[in-house]
């Protein structure tokens, strides 16, 4: 139970992280541009991925810091509690 007591955030942060190599491809991908794109189309692609680096991304380090600390306490709780 206790490998599992952190799981949430260790997932969210490893989901972030293929997010974000999945965001890298698509920038590249635009940047290369592929004629089929209207200017509006790839403008919108490089400012989403410009969004989720910033917003989104720095996110990791807070759920990687609460995975670390290998606090207990969700592991802990008695099912009663709930």
Request: aromatic share 12%; charged share 10%; net charge negative.
């Amino acid at each position: 139970a206790n490998a599992l007591a952190n799981a949430v955030p260790y997932l969210q942060a490893f989901g972030h992280t293929v997010l974000a190599w999945i965001w890298l491809d698509v920038a590249l991908a635009t940047v290369r541009q592929d004629a089929a794109l209207s200017i509006a189309a790839s403008s919108g692609r490089i400012r989403a991925a410009a969004y989720f680096y910033h917003y989104e991304l720095p996110k990791i380090g807070a759920w990687l810091g609460v995975v670390s600390t290998c606090n207990p306490i969700c592991a802990t709780m008695p099912e009663d509690a709930f």
